[in-house]
C-alpha cells in the first residue's frame, strides 16, 4: 500500500477519524464563520466547520429552504477540495449530491445543468471497482471469505454451478478456479453463470476465466446473463437437476429494495409518525420484490449462499437521516482511501468520483424507483432471508484466519475482521463497513 507524508491519516487523531466515529445531529450545526476567514481555518477547524456546514445544507434542502441550501453550498465550496484531504473530498461529493437535490426544484434547470454532465461508462465503473479492490481490500476479504464456503460446501461435488449476482469482476471467480483446481479428489465440473446489465463487461470475465480454466485443466463454462437485477428472470439462470448449487451476492441485493417503492408510497402515509422518523424505517421490510427474488433463490435449492452487504443505514424515507448516516459511512471509506493512495493519486480519484461519488448522489439527490443504493444492516436482511426460507451458515473459522492474516498484511491497524455468530463483519478502525454472512435452504440443514 502507499502512503506519503502529505496524504497520511492518523488513526488516533484525524478529525475525520473521530467524525466517522462519532453520532451527529444537523441541531448540532450552526457555522458563523464568515468567507474571507475560511482560508485561515486550521485542517482540524476546517473539518469540523465542514461537517456543520453539511448538515445544516442537507438539513435545509429536506426542508426546501433551497435559499439557506445555497448559502451553506457558497460556504463549502470554500472549504471541500475533490483532490484535497480526506475530509474535503469527501465533503465535495456530498456538496454536488446537495446541489443536485436542490436543482430538482427547477426541472428544466436540472435537465439543461446535469444531461451534459454523463454518468461514468460501463468500463469506467470497472476500472473504478478494480482500483477499489486494489486500495480497499473489504471486498477482497469478502471474496475470499465467500470462496471458502463454497469449496467447503462444494467438497467432493462432482458438478458445481456458482451463480455470480453481479458479474463485473473475475478476480474472485480466478481464485476460485485455483482452489478447485488443488482440490485432493481433483477439480469438478464448474459452470459459472454471471448476471451483470452490460453484455461487453460479461465478455471480459468470460475470456479471462476461460483462459485461465483451459490452464489449469479445470472442466468449465460460462454462462452469461445480461439483466438488471431487479428484471431478472430467475428461469434464464438455467439450474440443472444433479449439480450443486452456489450463488454469491457481493453488494447487489439492496438494489432491489427499490422496486417496489411507487407501490409502497401509499402504506408510508398510514405509518406512525414515529416509525417513519426512525433512521432504520425505509418500510423495506414490506417490499415484495426483494422478498419474492429472494424466495426464487430459495427454490432454487442452493447449498449455499453468500451475502456481502454495506454495513449502513441508507433507506430511511426522510434525507435528513439517511443523509447523516451515509455521511458517517462514507467519510470511513474516504479516511481508508486516505491511507491507501498518495495524494493526487489517479486511482483513488476515479474511485472517488466514479463508484462512491456515484452512490453518494443517488443516496442523497434521488427518490422514489431511482434511489437505487438503499443499503441496510445485517439485521434487516437477516429478517428477509430466514422470511424465504434460508438458514444461517456460519463462515469457518478457517476463513476468518485467512481474513485477519490478510488484513494484518496490509500494514495498517485500520483494517479490521470481526467475527460474530459466524458472520464477518469488514472494519475501518471500529466502524463496520461490509457484512459477510452465509446461508442455505432449510432443507438441507
Not at 476479504?141 to 455470480?164: F, G, T, Y
Not at 414515529?274 to 427474488?293: I, K, Q, V, W
Not at 479516511?335 to 493519486?345: F, H, K, W, Y
Request: net charge negative.
Amino acid at each position: 500500500m502507499v502512503q506519503d507524508e502529505a496524504s497520511s491519516s492518523s488513526v488516533t487523531s484525524s478529525p475525520l477519524q473521530n467524525f466517522s466515529n462519532m453520532p451527529l445531529h444537523p441541531a448540532a450545526a450552526s457555522p458563523t464563520t464568515p468567507p474571507w476567514m475560511l482560508r485561515e481555518l486550521r485542517s482540524d477547524e476546517r473539518g469540523l466547520c465542514l461537517i456543520h456546514l453539511l448538515l445544516n445544507c442537507a438539513a435545509a434542502a429536506a426542508a426546501g429552504r433551497l435559499d439557506a441550501a445555497n448559502a451553506a453550498l457558497d460556504h463549502i465550496a470554500s472549504l471541500a477540495a475533490p483532490d484535497g484531504d480526506a475530509m474535503q473530498r469527501v465533503a465535495a461529493a456530498f456538496a454536488e449530491a446537495l446541489a443536485r437535490r436542490a436543482l430538482r426544484a427547477w426541472p428544466g434547470l436540472c435537465r439543461a445543468l446535469l444531461l451534459p454532465r454523463a454518468s461514468p461508462t460501463p468500463a469506467e465503473v470497472a476500472v473504478a471497482r478494480r482500483h477499489f479492490l486494489d486500495l480497499c481490500p473489504f471486498l477482497r476479504l469478502a471474496a475470499a471469505a465467500a470462496n471458502q464456503s463454497i469449496l467447503e460446501a462444494m467438497e467432493s461435488e462432482k458438478i458445481v454451478h456458482v451463480i455470480d449476482l453481479g458479474g463485473a469482476d473475475a478476480t474472485q471467480w480466478l481464485e476460485l478456479l485455483h482452489l478447485l483446481a488443488a482440490r485432493p479428489e481433483g477439480p469438478p465440473h464448474l459452470r459459472l453463470t454471471s448476471v451483470y446489465e452490460h453484455k461487453e463487461i460479461l465478455s471480459q470475465t468470460a475470456m479471462a476465466l476461460t483462459k485461465e480454466a483451459e490452464r489449469l485443466d479445470v472442466p468449465f463454462q460460462f454462462n452469461p446473463v445480461v439483466s438488471r437485477l431487479d428484471a431478472l428472470d430467475v428461469e434464464s439462470l438455467r439450474v440443472k437437476t444433479g449439480e450443486a448449487l452456489a450463488i454469491c451476492s457481493s453488494i447487489q441485493l439492496h438494489c432491489l429494495l427499490a422496486s417496489d417503492d411507487d407501490a409502497t408510497a401509499a402504506a408510508a402515509a398510514a405509518v406512525g409518525e414515529t416509525e417513519r422518523r426512525s433512521p432504520e424505517s425505509g418500510l423495506s421490510p414490506s417490499t415484495s420484490r426483494a422478498d419474492a427474488f429472494l424466495g426464487a433463490l430459495w427454490g432454487l435449492s442452493p447449498k449455499v449462499m453468500v451475502v456481502t452487504e454495506q454495513e449502513a443505514s441508507h433507506n430511511a424515507v426522510g434525507l435528513t437521516e439517511r443523509f447523516v448516516e451515509a455521511l458517517n459511512y462514507y467519510a470511513a471509506l474516504f479516511d481508508c482511501l486516505e491511507v491507501g493512495a498518495a495524494r493526487g493519486s489517479v486511482e483513488r480519484a476515479r474511485v472517488e468520483r466514479w463508484l462512491l461519488g456515484e452512490e453518494i448522489k443517488n443516496i442523497v439527490a434521488c427518490d422514489g424507483a431511482e434511489r437505487r443504493e438503499r443499503h441496510e444492516r445485517l439485521d434487516r436482511w437477516t429478517r428477509r432471508l430466514e422470511g424465504a426460507g434460508f438458514g444461517r451458515v456460519p463462515l469457518s473459522y478457517y476463513a476468518l484466519l485467512q481474513a485477519r492474516r490478510v488484513a494484518q498484511g496490509l500494514g495498517c491497524d485500520g483494517f479490521k475482521v470481526h467475527e460474530e455468530k459466524g458472520t464477518f463483519f469488514l472494519c475501518w478502525q471500529d466502524r463496520a463497513l461490509f457484512s459477510v454472512s452465509a446461508w442455505r435452504g432449510r432443507r438441507f440443514d
